[in-house]
């Protein structure tokens, strides 16, 4: 964010006079005059413009910065005139978020990573949300705390409630939501897909296929076979062959 000042300057002499303003308290670049030299005629007014833009970084915390203006004539540096103001700098959230992998199977773990790009402590928490109501995540409870700058990875997996027994894989898309508990409590959300394949694919029902035709083909062939003939008795007329 960034404000602004408006400061008038007088010339009380009623000759015309050039004067220079200077600023001291804070970063360089964090201020700027719109005319830090001015031509003044006697007797009359004009006005300076400061603008004022912090730096929107992790690195610098909310504080106030006591700052110091000075007026005075450019050929006469220490007849000056003398202004003071405070500078608040607040806290600011933010948080980038991104998932890997994207694309994920029910054995894979998912990882999401977090980053807090604010300047103040942040605690968000971590859930899955699935529109369609197949899937179970299992994700660590409680809340995740992030210092300034700092980078968080949180693991779990996400898994089909109830596994297709037979059929195609599908793809199930779901998405990890991350809400920060601040006042705002915005929230980033990152998609994802959980590839499910059934329990029995299709190569496993034709390998069972195969087998089953193997076997009825087996007894096929083994009721067909013509049973060999068996003597069930055997009798003798005579006891003596003719010669």
Not at 107 to 131: A, R
Request: glycine share 6%.
């Amino acid at each position: 964010s960034s404000s602004s000042v408006e400061i008038a300057v007088t010339n009380s002499s009623e000759s015309e006079q050039q004067y220079q303003i200077v600023l001291s308290g804070l970063p360089e670049t964090w201020a700027k005059f719109n005319r830090p030299f001015m031509m003044i005629d006697g007797l009359d007014t004009t006005y300076v413009l400061l603008n004022i833009k912090p730096s929107r970084r992790a690195d610098i915390p909310p504080q106030d910065y006591p700052v110091e203006i000075r007026i005075s004539p450019l050929d006469q540096p220490d007849k000056f005139i003398q202004l003071e103001l405070t500078v608040s700098l607040k806290g600011f959230n933010g948080f980038g978020v991104a998932l890997s992998p994207e694309v994920i199977t029910s054995d894979d773990d998912i990882h999401l990573y977090m980053l807090n790009q604010g300047n103040e402590s942040l605690t968000v928490s971590v859930k899955g949300n699935d529109p369609t109501n197949q899937l179970a995540f299992e994700l660590p409870s409680g809340t995740v705390q992030l210092a300034p700058g700092h980078r968080t990875q949180v693991t779990g997996k996400v898994q089909p409630q109830k596994r297709p027994l037979v059929g195609n894989a599908v793809d199930i898309p779901f998405a990890m939501v991350v809400q920060a508990h601040t006042d705002s409590a915005y929230i980033a959300a990152v998609p994802g897909k959980v590839h499910i394949e059934p329990s029995l694919t299709n190569w496993m029902l034709a390998t069972i296929g195969g087998i089953s035709v193997a076997i009825v083909l087996v007894l096929a062939v083994l009721l067909s076979r013509t049973p060999e003939p068996q003597i069930q008795e055997f009798l003798i007329s005579a006891t003596q062959v003719s010669q």
